[in-house]
């Protein structure tokens, strides 16, 4: 087996090597940066009487704004902004400046924060920092060129600050606002701030991200909103015990929750894991361009949150270099809704919308930027991850389909070791979730519940899953690790791979929307598994009918063969058509494709006996495809029976345009015995004639 390993890493190798050269927007880029010790805890919510006030001076107006409090609360925003008065900021990056111990508290008075003197672009030194610059055009920056110049990028710097606790006083989170104006990355970074407690607040109106949290062990968000960004409403980064609770996220170009590189604590674990290193639940992040995403978003547990009316309702991939602890692994959702994601915003990018700056796109108004090539009308989407668990999820409402699930190879990511290249996705379970129904009872179907490339080893789905891309999947069985008919796949289905290759050539940047990709509006003929297909068809139609008319067209067997071929062909075509081939129509075309080669090769046998048992091969060949595809899908191959028939097609195309061109009539190919009867029959009348004279 091991030579056919070789080969099969030189096909992924080429593989992967096209579709690394496929140009890709690329996701966040930060400095080099390493996990937390694991050492540190999640925050407690601390009360009592705040360190720091942050207030504006126009009493009038602040008064408006808690007019309809409830009377205790009003009653105690007004004595803390009469203290503000005497005692407090103006700004909350001056209140943070004033932090000099680990464990105070900071109070936001209701109001809107620009942070005027954050604002100004750097001049001096801070506008010659020597830094590298992203693929996006920020420079990254060290932490030392952070402490330096700390507006360079953020509106608000809490940098190295331990404990801290940052709390807006209002009723409700948008009753403070912290809002950057779209002339920062970020509206607030906490960076190697462990402990860092954010709660009741909005942050808004950035080209990056509205809250960031970078290298922390410890922190939590509590009840804040972020919306309008270009990339990310909540990012957190390289971070250990962390939580997300009660938030919102809306209007972001990638997605409203992202803990990329959440600590790797679980890396080498089964499905048994002590601790996840992020907890996100009880948000809602919607009307994003994905609601969750996260590169190397490892050992997260995502619960009882809403992601919804997105382009997909969540994500995590493998897909982009720099980013500690990938390939991705241990992500567990569960009772989650993730219904209605079928937003198209690319739409605003083919219309020159997000060639304009940030600031006249009309986020406002419910333009979004998407940043990333993804297929829209997806609940959860899952590129390139291990030993992740979807369980108890109401899923529901999508164009596309339910669960979507490829493989990303290692040289996506920048790392060429072949051992790496198949080591997504595996190992990844989708089990008791409601598919197809909201909470309610109510039928909500997705278009399909499943999309897989095929992929992967001891991935699983729970059996009563509806239409699905194959027609056949592994079944989860009542244990984690059972699984029912499983398959160990080195690369995934070829023309899926195509499809992946041609949909990633997006850049929103340069307004790149791949043509030929039906994520980005393709249909018919446009699609390229359409052309795919129909190029097949033509060739096959062409050499099969040259072969037929010069070969065998006096043969009963090759005509009935061939008629059964045009049929196949024909549905294959049309069975690309569907968008996600879901139905039975694909594995109905290979059956009768099947048929033609079989009966093409058994007409052949006695005078071209090699070139006839290697189509008998390829009718086999693909008989077992369809088998594959449409009922049980075959254990213990490295590649799927499509990859060697597609080879073996190739082999038979020039052989067969050779056997066609040689010298001989029609039927002179053929065992005389399975010829038509009409020439006989018109000898036996010639000798009864002469016998009546």
Not at 177 to 182: E, N, P, Q, T
Not at 518 to 534: P, T
Not at 587 to 614: I, M, S
Not at 643 to 670: E, K, S, T
Request: charged residues 20%; neutral net charge; proline residues 5%.
């Amino acid at each position: 087996m091991s030579w056919t390993r070789r080969f099969l890493a030189v096909l992924l190798a080429l593989a992967a090597a096209l579709l690394a050269a496929a140009p890709t927007a690329l996701a966040h880029e930060e400095r080099p940066v390493t996990f937390p010790d694991g050492s540190g805890s999640v925050p407690e919510y601390r009360t009592g009487r705040p360190d720091l006030l942050v207030c504006k001076t126009d009493r009038a107006d602040f008064e408006r704004r808690t007019s309809a409090f409830p009377k205790g609360l009003r009653e105690r925003n007004l004595k803390l902004f009469d203290r503000c008065q005497d005692e407090g900021y103006r700004h909350l990056q001056e209140a943070v400046d004033a932090v000099d111990e680990p464990g105070m508290n900071i109070a936001i008075l209701p109001g809107l924060y620009e942070e005027e003197p954050s604002q100004p672009k750097p001049k001096g030194g801070c506008a010659r920092l020597k830094a590298p610059d992203s693929a996006l055009g920020y420079q990254i920056l060290s932490y030392a060129q952070q402490q330096r110049c700390p507006h360079n990028q953020n509106l608000v710097a809490v940098l190295g600050k331990k404990n801290l606790q940052i709390e807006g006083t209002g009723a409700t989170r948008s009753d403070v606002v912290v809002d950057a104006k779209y002339q920062k990355l970020n509206a607030i970074r906490a960076d190697g701030s462990d402990g860092i407690y954010f709660r009741n607040f909005t942050a808004q109106r950035t080209t990056f991200n509205s809250l960031y949290v970078l290298a922390a062990d410890g922190f939590v968000i509590d009840d804040v909103l972020t919306r309008w960004n270009d990339e990310y409403g909540f990012l957190t980064f390289a971070s250990d015990h962390g939580l997300y609770k009660n938030c919102e996220s809306y209007g972001n170009g990638d997605s409203g929750i992202y803990p990329g590189s959440a600590s790797n604590i679980n890396d080498g674990r089964g499905y048994d894991v002590p601790r996840y290193s992020i907890e996100i639940t009880g948000c809602r992040s919607h009307h994003n361009m994905v609601g969750y995403s996260g590169t190397a978003g490892d050992s997260v547990w995502v619960h009882d949150n809403e992601f919804d009316h997105n382009m997909g309702g969540a994500s995590m991939d493998s897909a982009f270099p720099g980013h500690p602890g990938l390939p991705q692994n241990h992500a567990r959702f569960e009772r989650n809704r993730i219904h209605d994601n079928n937003e198209d915003y690319y739409r605003n990018v083919a219309d020159g919308t997000c060639a304009k700056p940030p600031v006249e796109r009309g986020y406002e108004d419910g333009v979004v930027c998407p940043q990333i090539s993804m297929p829209p009308g997806t609940g959860i989407i899952t590129a390139g991850g291990n030993w992740n668990l979807y369980e108890k999820n109401w899923v529901y409402g999508h164009d596309r389909a339910a669960f979507y699930l490829n493989a990303v190879p290692a040289f996506i990511r920048g790392e060429e070791a072949w051992a790496k290249q198949t080591d997504t996705s595996h190992h990844n379970r989708y089990a008791a979730n409601v598919l197809g129904k909201d909470p309610q009872g109510r039928s909500r179907p997705n278009a399909a519940d499943v999309w897989w490339d095929g992929q992967g080893e001891a991935n699983c789905w729970q059996a009563d899953a509806g239409a699905s891309s194959p027609r056949t999947l592994p079944a989860c069985g009542p244990r984690r690790g059972d699984v029912s008919g499983g398959s160990d796949r080195l690369a995934g289905e070829p023309v899926k791979l195509a499809q992946l290759l041609v949909c990633a050539d997006y850049n929103v940047q340069a307004r790149r929307l791949p043509a030929g990709c039906d994520w980005y509006g393709a249909r018919g003929l446009e699609r390229v598994e359409v052309q795919i297909a129909l190029a097949g068809a033509v060739v096959l139609a062409l050499v099969g009918g040259v072969l037929w008319w010069r070969r065998l067209r006096h043969v009963r067997l090759a005509t009935v063969a061939s008629a059964l071929g045009a049929v196949g062909l024909a549905l294959d075509v049309a069975g690309a058509t569907t968008t996600l081939s879901s139905s039975y129509v694909p594995a109905l075309a290979l059956l009768f494709l099947a048929a033609w080669w079989t009966g093409l090769g058994l007409a052949l046998r006695r005078t071209r006996p090699v070139f006839a048992w290697t189509t008998v091969a390829l009718g086999a060949l693909t008989l077992l495809d369809a088998f594959d595809k449409a009922v049980v899908m075959l254990p213990w191959i490295p590649l799927g029976p499509a990859w060697i028939r597609g080879l073996l097609g190739v082999v038979w195309v020039l052989w067969a345009v050779i056997a066609a061109a040689g010298r001989g009539g029609a039927g002179a190919d053929a065992d005389s015995s399975e010829r038509e009867p009409s020439r006989s029959a018109g000898a036996v009348a010639d000798a009864g004639a002469g016998a009546s004279a």
